[in-house]
């Protein structure tokens, strides 16, 4: 898959292309959806797939967020478009150019001539240019001037949820992780360097990966979840705290992950954590002794749970 970042003077290598675009912040079951239908009408006709995305979100710009919190960062949503047969991803930078750029113009420009875009498949919800103008209706009519097909893909439920972005965040802020890993498809994803911490953990023979977390990610709630870590080649069930360490006080939240089996260090390495269940809250406890046996309970608990096959399946290594 080719990694286009921005499109000045791009020149793509195919003559035509089924194109799918938005945000895709989460790449959950109704993007993914999106993606699929996307691919099944490029292979009807022989031409590449591409999604287009943006980078930052939208949102950012145009409700003027200094930090705009993201489901996926660009490098989390680089490493899941991984499952899919895409010829490229566009990450366009997203600027106050862009957001004002009226939507004639964003389709002559971008989708049709820098992208030479055949067939135009988007989201039953989508919409871009200036005041939101390119909607459906606009691109039907667009389509017929200027020799391109679109649809409109439905959205999805299960089971009665409609999977949404915002869905898929109300259920991280409760840290109801399983309901939203159903909706992602897939465990929830950090990537992140291994930084620094105050080596707590390794004192008392319990050592932590510190993770570097950007701003704009969005966590689940503070709190104690098994999930699993992959380094290399390899992966390891990982206790994953996310927290403020409040037996000792801190002020600043952080994510530790406990990887089971391992003992390796690898500051400045980057890490992919997966979560996969909730084990408890934090807890802020009476002394030391007290949490150091409640994290051998939970490394106890974490070491009888098992990976669901299914779940197994999306954990992509190097």
């Known amino acids: 898959m080719q990694i286009i970042s921005d499109l000045q003077g791009f020149l793509p290598d195919w003559q035509s292309c089924a194109l799918t675009m938005g945000d895709f912040d989460g790449l959950h079951a109704g993007h993914r959806n999106l993606i699929e ?32 919190t993201q489901i996926y960062t660009r490098e989390e949503k680089t490493i899941l478009l991984q499952d899919f047969f895409l010829r490229a991803a566009v990450f366009l930078p997203f600027n106050q150019e862009i957001a004002l750029m009226p939507a004639d113009k964003f389709l002559n420009e971008i989708i049709l001539t820098s992208l030479k875009t055949k067939y135009l498949i988007i989201g039953y919800d989508h919409h871009f240019g200036k005041n939101r103008e390119g909607n459906f209706q606009f691109l039907t009519k667009a389509a017929k001037e200027n020799f391109f097909s679109v649809k409109k893909v439905e959205p999805v439920y299960i089971g009665d949820t409609l999977v949404s972005s915002s869905e898929i965040r109300r259920l991280l802020n409760e840290g109801n992780i399983e309901k939203a890993n159903i909706l992602l498809t897939a465990p929830y994803l950090i990537i992140a360097s291994v930084i620094r911490g105050r080596q707590r953990g ?82 802020k406890f009476a002394n030391i002794d007290a949490l150091k046996h409640q994290i051998e309970k939970d490394i106890q608990t974490a070491q009888k749970i098992d990976i669901p096959k299914y779940m197994l399946k999306k954990i992509i290594f190097e």
Not at 223 to 242: R, S
């Open 37 to 68: 239908k996307t691919i099944e009408e490029s292979e009807k006709i022989n031409i590449p797939s591409v999604i287009l995305t943006y980078d930052p979100s939208p949102k950012k710009i145009l409700q003027k967020l200094r930090f705009d």
């Open 202 to 283: 390794q004192k008392f023979g319990i050592p932590t990966a510190n993770l570097h977390i950007v701003p704009e990610k969005l966590l689940p709630k503070e709190g104690v979840y098994f999930g699993a870590a992959v380094y290399g080649k390899n992966f390891y069930k990982t206790v994953i705290n996310i927290g403020f360490k409040p037996t000792f006080e801190n002020v600043d939240l952080t994510v530790e992950a406990h990887l089971l089996n391992f003992n390796e260090k690898i500051y400045g390495k980057i890490l992919r954590v997966y979560f996969l269940k909730r084990i408890r809250d934090e807890i």
